[in-house]
């Protein structure tokens, strides 16, 4: 089969025009210890407080004490995989939690509030 230059440039165009050039850079630890839900991480040099980590295992962890050799990590799941050697990588997130009108509770009475307005309890 032959093919046309025309095709082939516009093809190789189509391409180039869909390529991303984005370089990602991975930051890898490896777990020194272990052992009552925390993991003690060394190797994540630029991890932040309260960034989520994965473990190789699969479970996964937030940081929590950044020291100067290694970071304290907190792990949420599969604490019981987790093992001295293992691999950890950064995502890159900070743990977060929403919060909106459903875990407000009613407004707290005040010094000011007027003795004719029925008295509502801070908290059900």
């Not at 932040?48 to 479970?59: D, K, R, T």
Request: net charge negative.
């Amino acid at each position: 089969m032959e093919r046309k230059p025309d095709e082939v440039t516009s093809v190789l165009l189509e391409r180039i025009s869909k390529f991303e050039d984005r370089p990602s850079r991975v930051e890898i630890g490896t777990v020194v210890q272990a052992g009552d839900g925390i993991a003690r991480v060394y190797g994540l040099d630029a991890c932040a407080y309260g960034e989520l980590l994965e473990f190789e295992s699969g479970a996964t962890g937030m940081a929590m004490n950044l020291d100067e050799d290694d970071v304290g990590c907190m792990l949420f799941s599969g604490e019981n995989l987790v093992h001295e050697g293992e691999t950890v990588k950064r995502s890159g997130k900070i743990a977060e939690i929403p919060a909106g009108p459903g875990l407000l509770g009613p407004p707290a009475p005040t010094a000011n509030s007027s003795s004719s307005s029925p008295a509502r309890p801070a908290w059900p």
